[in-house]
Each structure stands twice: as structure tokens, then as C-alpha cells.
């Protein structure tokens, strides 16, 4: 069964409590931390982490956009990130990162922008708990989806399937109940959605149709 993570990003914050209520059935809530130097926008960090400590809400999906987020990977894990995405791109030691994420308890996520090869992951796939395909270059919701990089969903299922690994496949960007079933066939196990749920008529609808999806 696929899972969902709807991205606050996409909500509606001057009603942060309703909103997450709307997905209180989700996998996991994503949230979008961008710095304004990674990527053009600057959205969230602490202050929303620490707010959502006082709700009710699925495990948290911690997106990192952000330069050098071995920084931060500690505070983050504190506050409760379950999941922690870091890019492969600038940063010059993803496997000692990966391992730092890991001995704080959180899993290890690593992220492809849509331009970045898988072949960059060779040597650290064994030491990820997932890959998180990029299908928009970051910093914002509501972009349009970007085929060619999904096709790298296919490419890592077939890398688990040979090197006999556990890695879990996540994508994120212009994800849709268009494409979902798509890219669930081609073995992403995660579907990060932002527009797609918040901005539909019933976040809860999208959820359980997301869940019901089998590849
Ligand atoms: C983009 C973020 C995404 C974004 C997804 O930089 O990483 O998580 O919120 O939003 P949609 O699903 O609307 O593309
Ligand atoms: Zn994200």
C-alpha cells in the first residue's frame, strides 16, 4: 500500500490546527524547511516544529533545504522528525551526515533535485534508510510535474531489486490522484503532496484514495 505525506507548505497557516486535522489519517505531515540560500524561498523551521509539538498530527517528514544542514539535523530529530531528507547536492559528506541522522534515532532520507544523477548515490545507498526523488526543482507548491525525473523511480527499484537493499522510494512535486498510481507502479513507496491535498475540496478523500493505492 502507498503512503502519503502531505506538505504543509501547501496548507492554509493562519489555520495550522484545522489543517492538520484534515490529515490526521496521513502517514506522515512533510514539512518544507528552505533557507532562502539553497532555494530561492524561505519558509519554516523551528518555531513551526515546536507549534505542531502541541497538536495532534501524523509523524513528521522533515524536508531540509537548507546549506549545510548538518547543523540542524540534531534539533530537528529532537522535535520530533521521524523521517529527515537531505540533498545529495552540496554537501561533501553525505555518508558521515546519513550516519549522524540515523544515531539520533531519525531515518535517513537522501534527495535528488531533478538534475541530479542516481548514480551520485552508489556508495551511500546502503546506508539510507530511503531516496527522495525531486519531479520539481525545490522551493515552492503548485509546480508543474517533471516526467523525466521521475524516471529515476525506476531506476533506484531496480537497484534495490539487484543489490537486494531496503531503501525506501519518496517523491515529491506536482504529485497529483492523476500521476499517483503511476508512480506507485514504478515503486515509489511515499507520495509527498502539497497543492494536491490542501488545495482540494477534501484532504481526508485524497488521503485514503492515496492509501488505497497498490502497485
Ligand atoms: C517543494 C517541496 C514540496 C512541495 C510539494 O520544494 O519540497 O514538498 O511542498 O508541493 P506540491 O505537491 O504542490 O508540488
Ligand atoms: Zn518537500
Redesign the pocket.
Same mark, same amino acid.
Given at each position: 500500500m502507498a503512503r502519503i505525506s502531505p506538505?504543509i507548505?501547501?496548507a492554509d497557516l493562519t489555520e495550522l490546527a484545522r489543517e492538520v486535522i484534515r490529515v490526521r489519517d496521513a502517514d506522515y505531515l512533510?514539512i518544507?524547511v528552505?533557507d532562502g540560500m539553497f #532555494?530561492p524561498n524561505i519558509t519554516f523551521g523551528v518555531p513551526i516544529m515546536e507549534a505542531l509539538g502541541r497538536l495532534h498530527h501524523p509523524p513528521l517528514d522533515v524536508?531540509l533545504?537548507i546549506e549545510d544542514p548538518s547543523r540542524y539535523v540534531k534539533e530537528y530529530a529532537a522535535l520530533g522528525a521521524k523521517n529527515l531528507h537531505v540533498h545529495v547536492e552540496g554537501n561533501y559528506h553525505l555518508h558521515r551526515l546519513l550516519g549522524q541522522i540515523r544515531e539520533t534515532g531519525s531515518r535517513a532520507f537522501v534527495v535528488l533535485n531533478p538534475s541530479t544523477p542516481v548514480s551520485l548515490l552508489d556508495e551511500v545507498l546502503s546506508c539510507a534508510d530511503g531516496v527522495l526523488v525531486?519531479t #520539481?526543482n525545490?522551493?515552492?507548491?503548485?509546480?508543474e510535474f517533471i516526467p523525466e525525473a521521475a524516471k529515476k523511480i525506476d531506476v533506484l527499484d531496480r537497484i534495490r531489486t539487484e543489490r537486494d537493499l531496503k531503501f525506501e522510494i519518496a517523491v515529491?512535486?506536482?504529485?497529483s490522484l492523476d500521476n499517483a498510481q503511476d508512480l506507485v507502479n514504478r515503486g515509489a513507496d511515499i507520495l509527498?503532496?502539497?497543492?494536491?491535498v490542501f488545495r482540494s475540496e477534501n484532504p481526508s478523500v485524497v488521503v485514503r484514495k492515496i492509501k488505497e493505492l497498490k502497485r
Amino acid at each position: 500500500m502507498a503512503r502519503i505525506s502531505p506538505s504543509i507548505l501547501a496548507a492554509d497557516l493562519t489555520e495550522l490546527a484545522r489543517e492538520v486535522i484534515r490529515v490526521r489519517d496521513a502517514d506522515y505531515l512533510h514539512i518544507d524547511v528552505m533557507d532562502g540560500m539553497f #532555494v530561492p524561498n524561505i519558509t519554516f523551521g523551528v518555531p513551526i516544529m515546536e507549534a505542531l509539538g502541541r497538536l495532534h498530527h501524523p509523524p513528521l517528514d522533515v524536508h531540509l533545504m537548507i546549506e549545510d544542514p548538518s547543523r540542524y539535523v540534531k534539533e530537528y530529530a529532537a522535535l520530533g522528525a521521524k523521517n529527515l531528507h537531505v540533498h545529495v547536492e552540496g554537501n561533501y559528506h553525505l555518508h558521515r551526515l546519513l550516519g549522524q541522522i540515523r544515531e539520533t534515532g531519525s531515518r535517513a532520507f537522501v534527495v535528488l533535485n531533478p538534475s541530479t544523477p542516481v548514480s551520485l548515490l552508489d556508495e551511500v545507498l546502503s546506508c539510507a534508510d530511503g531516496v527522495l526523488v525531486m519531479t #520539481v526543482n525545490p522551493g515552492y507548491t503548485g509546480q508543474e510535474f517533471i516526467p523525466e525525473a521521475a524516471k529515476k523511480i525506476d531506476v533506484l527499484d531496480r537497484i534495490r531489486t539487484e543489490r537486494d537493499l531496503k531503501f525506501e522510494i519518496a517523491v515529491d512535486g506536482g504529485v497529483s490522484l492523476d500521476n499517483a498510481q503511476d508512480l506507485v507502479n514504478r515503486g515509489a513507496d511515499i507520495l509527498i503532496m502539497g497543492a494536491a491535498v490542501f488545495r482540494s475540496e477534501n484532504p481526508s478523500v485524497v488521503v485514503r484514495k492515496i492509501k488505497e493505492l497498490k502497485r
